[in-house]
């Protein structure tokens, strides 16, 4: 291995996982309760009952991941998530 490739290696490595980590931050609301995107994770709480869940990207969908199988979520142009429990908007 030579040096560039020593010392390129674990940068790419680092983008691709700012890359691929989501770009997703923050809490959103809906009617029905929240999602809080927050260091890699994010935490699902409806009917006051949270839940810890991975979640993985893919363009303007937001895959949550959970035992009972991946549950998909768009983000809509104006910033806000279309969820199985209706439009969740982000607080500020």
């Given at each position: 291995?030579?040096?560039?490739?020593?010392?390129?290696?674990?940068?790419?490595a680092?983008?691709?996982?700012?890359?691929c980590?989501?770009g997703?931050?923050?809490?959103?609301?809906?009617g029905?309760?929240?999602i809080k995107?927050?260091?890699?994770?994010a935490?699902?709480?409806?009917m006051?009952?949270?839940?810890?869940?991975?979640?993985?990207t893919?363009g303007d969908?937001?895959?949550l991941?959970?035992?009972?199988?991946d549950?998909?979520l768009t983000r809509?142009a104006?910033?806000?998530?279309d969820?199985?429990?209706?439009?969740m908007?982000?607080r500020?």
């Amino acid at each position: 291995m030579n040096m560039h490739t020593r010392f390129l290696a674990p940068a790419l490595a680092a983008l691709l996982l700012v890359a691929c980590g989501g770009g997703v931050s923050g809490t959103y609301q809906g009617g029905m309760g929240s999602i809080k995107f927050e260091s890699g994770k994010a935490y699902a709480t409806l009917m006051q009952v949270t839940r810890e869940m991975d979640y993985r990207t893919d363009g303007d969908k937001i895959i949550l991941r959970s035992p009972e199988g991946d549950l998909v979520l768009t983000r809509d142009a104006d910033g806000s998530l279309d969820t199985p429990w209706g439009k969740m908007k982000k607080r500020d």
